[in-house]
């Protein structure tokens, strides 16, 4: 699930790739026995608008209960037994340890006279950051996360750098939950300070003369940190040097205690900038002048009212210039714009196109070196443009080829930003842009153990069920033979805004090593072309997700890239749901379901942890009975049917997703097993001490891809690869 501010990790598309190998045969590989522990059915129900929801494994939401626990070892013994059977499970391992053993750096991020970045050498289970003196200083660390966990588990990264460059906020992640912990360093020493800020979660950091404004929660009481409902966001203003209990309460909205609230400081420090959410769309904004004493928090922009109801748009403010501020906003512009406006007279009907909308949508922006850099999405894939803040275009901004391009940010006296470029055969490089000439400078290069050239990316457009066309990127090795016999790889998301585009994954290229199609759908719900697009696929339009997920497949068969019995769908989170919806739908359609961290049951999402937030997507079920009715007719959980042979499927959760509590994938699982017909796996592995996916241990990835990749090939009645046993010798 993404985080209310929008701005949502790139670890998502990362997570959720698979693999495939090609063959000429659709023989299956020995089946391999599995008996499921028994899981107890309690008379357990619902009711909703006069309708009885049975709900028979509700106990399993109790993460906290023995029986629960007992439940978890037994289900991880038997698909380890499952998956230890499977004989080319250890080459997988070896090859992906080779293919991920390289050096990663992330873009620099600068501080005055030092620069700080992150390096992981290749198989370190965290990413170690890095700072130097200049841009030839000898890199020296700063701080390596993998001294300070014994099992990899804590994650670090710099959350914001003062405006005097002494000292820097720095965030710990522990186990992968979306609980944050902050602290503070100096930037000239290393040394960390006694500032130390507890239950921070979707909160960034924005400094503020001797201090900076984050966001937090209530304390949680003890047991329910993973599950309680996540209200009351308030923000705080923190001063250095002073414990937690001393912070100054900023912005809080006791009357929505299910909103959530972030802060912000423009960065010439003359506006406060508050941003009110109701969960993963739309916002209302608040401002102070910081530069006017006695000025006080004063609403900008709130929710429309149409017909009693209120109306969200979506707004960011960009940077302030002079008394004027300029501002995101899809109202009036679902492709998005960046305008004026006077922030004391901030109607609509006020606000002056900076720049204006245009064909493609505005996916992101950034300002560095006194421009604005705004990137736009062309079926997917990026295009930068860079203005001055009146909004004149200077240039656009030349890209190797067709992929992603990120970053762009700095300070308005830098003279150079940086940006990452990738795509899916295309490993990560970092550009120096010159601010003033527009010149771009490899800054470095990603060596990878692969020759992109081997490899084709080709992009199609499919009908979907109701005519609508749908991109979806192919990627796999050249001199494929379109045969109908290729295992294929089906990703999607589909939701929330979120646009999937080209991207770099090393486990990917085991996929496509082994002879395989990766399929990528850009889904309606996402962002690929615009909030129309994003509407389209959510609240009662969701069904049209899942049509076109399912006609995705359908084309891959109609045009002989495959055939039904070779295809697995995979997605994560919200693309769990999507899977789970899919293979309930159309169960023949598919041979393997990959459904990660995924939201399976529609009627309760929202009694846990953020999942409320989610109800401007998907809707909920206690609101009306419309919406109820909506959400049972696709909840995976809901529309599983005995006696009916489903994909062979693997679920994959964590014990520490407090993003989208592991009770789902555990319900579903079991739900599952009692209804499956037929010899087809299902299987649920549950990893520990790891949570939604941020923060992901290396060592555990491995681990996890080569378990998920190892079921797929092997139920994909993929019999052999380079360098490993037939299963059928494997078994004799």
Same mark, same amino acid.
């Not at 495959?562 to 995979?570: D, G, L, M, N, V």
């Given at each position: 699930?993404?985080?209310?501010?929008?701005?949502?990790?790139?670890?998502?598309?990362?997570?959720?790739?698979?693999?495939?190998?090609?063959?000429?045969?659709?023989?299956?590989?020995?089946?391999?026995?599995?008996?499921?522990?028994?899981?107890?059915?309690?008379?357990?129900?619902?009711?909703?608008?006069?309708?009885?929801?049975?709900?028979?494994?509700?106990?399993?939401?109790?993460?906290?209960?023995?029986?629960?626990?007992?439940?978890?070892?037994?289900?991880?013994?038997?698909?380890?037994?499952?998956?230890?059977?499977?004989?080319?499970?250890?080459?997988?391992?070896?090859?992906?340890?080779?293919?991920?053993?390289?050096?990663?750096?992330?873009?620099?991020?600068?501080?005055?006279?030092?620069?700080?970045?992150?390096?992981?050498?290749?198989?370190?289970?965290?990413?170690?950051?890095?700072?130097?003196?200049?841009?030839?200083?000898?890199?020296?660390?700063?701080?390596?996360?993998?001294?300070?966990?014994?099992?990899?588990?804590?994650?670090?990264?710099?959350?914001?750098?003062?405006?005097?460059?002494?000292?820097?906020?720095?965030?710990?992640?522990?186990?992968?939950?979306?609980?944050?912990?902050?602290?503070?360093?100096?930037?000239?020493?290393?040394?960390?300070?006694?500032?130390?800020?507890?239950?921070?979660?979707?909160?960034?950091?924005?400094?503020?003369?001797?201090?900076?404004?984050?966001?937090?929660?209530?304390?949680?009481?003890?047991?329910?940190?993973?599950?309680?409902?996540?209200?009351?966001?308030?923000?705080?203003?923190?001063?250095?040097?002073?414990?937690?209990?001393?912070?100054?309460?900023?912005?809080?909205?006791?009357?929505?205690?299910?909103?959530?609230?972030?802060?912000?400081?423009?960065?010439?420090?003359?506006?406060?900038?508050?941003? @009110? %959410?109701?969960? #993963?769309? &739309?916002?209302? !904004? *608040?401002?102070?002048? $910081?530069?006017?004493?006695?000025?006080?928090?004063?609403?900008?922009?709130?929710?429309?009212?149409?017909?009693?109801?209120?109306?969200?748009?979506?707004?960011?403010?960009?940077?302030?210039?002079?008394?004027?501020?300029?501002?995101?906003?899809?109202?009036?512009?679902?492709?998005?714009?960046?305008?004026?406006?006077?922030?004391?007279?901030?109607?609509?009907?006020?606000?002056?196109?900076?720049?204006?909308?245009?064909?493609?949508?505005? @996916? %992101?922006?950034? #300002?560095? &070196?006194?421009? !604005? *850099?705004?990137?736009? $999405?062309?079926?997917?894939?990026?295009?930068?443009?860079?203005?001055?803040?009146?909004?004149?275009?200077?240039?656009?901004?030349?890209?190797?080829?067709?992929?992603?391009?990120?970053?762009?940010?700095?300070?308005?006296?830098?003279?150079?930003?940086?940006?990452?470029?990738?795509?899916?055969?295309?490993?990560?490089?970092?550009?120096?842009?010159?601010?003033?000439?527009?010149?771009?400078?490899?800054?470095?290069?990603?060596?990878?153990?692969?020759?992109?050239?081997?490899?084709?990316?080709?992009?199609?457009?499919?009908?979907?069920?109701?005519?609508?066309?749908?991109?979806?990127?192919?990627?796999?090795?050249?001199?494929?033979?379109?045969?109908?016999?290729?295992?294929?790889?089906?990703?999607?998301?589909?939701?929330?805004?979120?646009?999937?585009?080209?991207?770099?994954?090393?486990?990917?290229?085991?996929?496509?090593?082994?002879?395989?199609?990766?399929?990528?759908?850009?889904?309606?719900?996402?962002?690929?072309?615009?909030?129309?697009?994003?509407?389209?696929?959510?609240?009662?339009?969701?069904?049209?997700?899942?049509?076109?997920?399912?006609?995705?497949?359908?084309?891959?068969?109609?045009?002989?890239?495959?055939?039904?019995?070779?295809?697995?769908?995979?997605?994560?989170?919200?693309?769990?749901?999507?899977?789970?919806?899919?293979?309930?739908?159309?169960?023949?359609?598919?041979?393997?379901?990959?459904?990660?961290?995924?939201?399976?049951?529609?009627?309760?999402?929202?009694?846990?942890?953020?999942?409320?937030?989610?109800?401007?997507?998907?809707?909920?079920?206690?609101?009306?009975?419309?919406?109820?009715?909506?959400?049972?007719?696709?909840?995976?959980?809901?529309?599983?049917?005995?006696?009916?042979?489903?994909?062979?499927?693997?679920?994959?959760?964590?014990?520490?997703?407090?993003?989208?509590?592991?009770?789902?994938?555990?319900?579903?699982?079991?739900?599952?097993?009692?209804?499956?017909?037929?010899?087809?796996?299902?299987?649920?592995?549950?990893?520990?001490?790891?949570?939604?996916?941020?923060?992901?241990?290396?060592?555990?990835?491995?681990?996890?891809?080569?378990?998920?990749?190892?079921?797929?090939?092997?139920?994909?009645?993929?019999?052999?690869?380079?360098?490993?046993?037939?299963?059928?010798?494997?078994?004799?």
């Amino acid at each position: 699930m993404p985080t209310t501010s929008r701005i949502h990790s790139f670890w998502l598309l990362g997570l959720l790739v698979a693999v495939g190998c090609s063959s000429s045969r659709f023989t299956p590989n020995p089946a391999i026995a599995v008996k499921y522990p028994p899981t107890t059915a309690t008379d357990s129900a619902s009711t909703h608008f006069g309708t009885q929801v049975p709900d028979p494994f509700r106990w399993l939401e109790d993460d906290n209960s023995p029986e629960t626990a007992a439940w978890v070892k037994a289900q991880n013994e038997v698909t380890e037994g499952y998956l230890g059977q499977i004989p080319y499970r250890d080459a997988i391992r070896t090859r992906l340890t080779e293919l991920v053993n390289y050096p990663r750096y992330s873009a620099p991020l600068r501080a005055g006279e030092y620069i700080f970045f992150y390096k992981n050498d290749g198989l370190q289970n965290q990413s170690v950051i890095y700072r130097q003196k200049g841009q030839d200083g000898t890199p020296e660390v700063f701080i390596d996360p993998n001294q300070l966990s014994k099992d990899g588990t804590l994650a670090i990264s710099l959350a914001a750098v003062s405006k005097d460059n002494r000292h820097v906020v720095v965030n710990y992640q522990q186990s992968g939950s979306d609980w944050n912990t902050l602290y503070v360093y100096e930037v000239a020493t290393g040394k960390q300070l006694s500032d130390k800020l507890e239950w921070v979660k979707f909160s960034g950091a924005s400094w503020y003369k001797d201090g900076f404004y984050y966001s937090r929660f209530p304390t949680p009481a003890p047991g329910t940190e993973l599950t309680a409902n996540a209200t009351n966001q308030a923000v705080y203003y923190h001063k250095v040097g002073t414990p937690q209990s001393q912070d100054k309460l900023v912005f809080e909205r006791l009357d929505k205690p299910r909103y959530y609230n972030g802060a912000g400081v423009t960065e010439d420090e003359r506006f406060l900038i508050v941003q @009110s %959410s109701p969960g #993963t769309y &739309g916002s209302e !904004l *608040f401002y102070q002048r $910081l530069d006017q004493p006695g000025a006080k928090l004063t609403p900008l922009l709130q929710a429309e009212v149409v017909d009693g109801q209120p109306v969200f748009h979506e707004y960011g403010i960009v940077d302030s210039d002079g008394d004027n501020l300029l501002m995101f906003t899809d109202h009036g512009s679902p492709k998005g714009r960046i305008v004026r406006l006077d922030p004391t007279a901030p109607a609509p009907d006020k606000w002056q196109d900076v720049i204006a909308e245009r064909e493609e949508p505005l @996916s %992101s922006y950034n #300002t560095g &070196g006194g421009s !604005l *850099f705004v990137s736009y $999405l062309k079926d997917a894939t990026t295009q930068v443009s860079q203005f001055d803040y009146q909004g004149k275009l200077i240039r656009a901004i030349e890209l190797p080829t067709l992929g992603n391009a990120g970053g762009f940010g700095g300070r308005r006296e830098e003279q150079s930003v940086y940006y990452t470029f990738s795509s899916f055969n295309y490993p990560p490089t970092i550009f120096r842009l010159d601010v003033a000439s527009g010149a771009s400078t490899e800054f470095r290069r990603t060596e990878v153990k692969f020759t992109p050239a081997d490899y084709t990316v080709e992009q199609v457009k499919y009908p979907s069920k109701d005519g609508t066309l749908v991109p979806m990127f192919l990627i796999y090795k050249k001199g494929l033979k379109r045969d109908g016999t290729n295992p294929v790889l089906l990703y999607g998301y589909g939701g929330f805004n979120i646009s999937l585009t080209p991207g770099f994954n090393p486990y990917r290229l085991y996929f496509a090593e082994v002879g395989g199609i990766w399929a990528v759908a850009n889904l309606r719900g996402g962002g690929e072309y615009g909030e129309e697009w994003h509407k389209a696929g959510m609240l009662e339009n969701k069904q049209n997700v899942f049509d076109d997920f399912i006609a995705a497949a359908e084309y891959l068969v109609r045009e002989k890239y495959t055939a039904p019995q070779r295809i697995a769908i995979s997605g994560g989170s919200n693309g769990g749901l999507l899977v789970g919806a899919a293979m309930t739908q159309k169960p023949e359609l598919f041979g393997v379901a990959l459904p990660a961290v995924g939201v399976m049951d529609m009627l309760r999402f929202h009694k846990f942890s953020a999942g409320f937030a989610w109800s401007v997507e998907y809707g909920n079920a206690d609101s009306t009975e419309a919406q109820f009715k909506t959400l049972y007719a696709y909840s995976p959980l809901h529309n599983l049917k005995p006696g009916t042979r489903y994909p062979a499927t693997l679920v994959t959760t964590a014990d520490h997703d407090n993003r989208v509590v592991p009770a789902h994938s555990f319900k579903f699982a079991a739900q599952l097993q009692k209804c499956q017909a037929g010899d087809a796996p299902t299987l649920i592995r549950i990893e520990t001490d790891a949570g939604h996916g941020a923060g992901k241990p290396i060592s555990k990835t491995i681990d996890e891809y080569t378990d998920v990749w190892a079921f797929t090939l092997y139920n994909l009645g993929v019999a052999t690869l380079p360098g490993a046993a037939a299963p059928a010798e494997a078994q004799r």
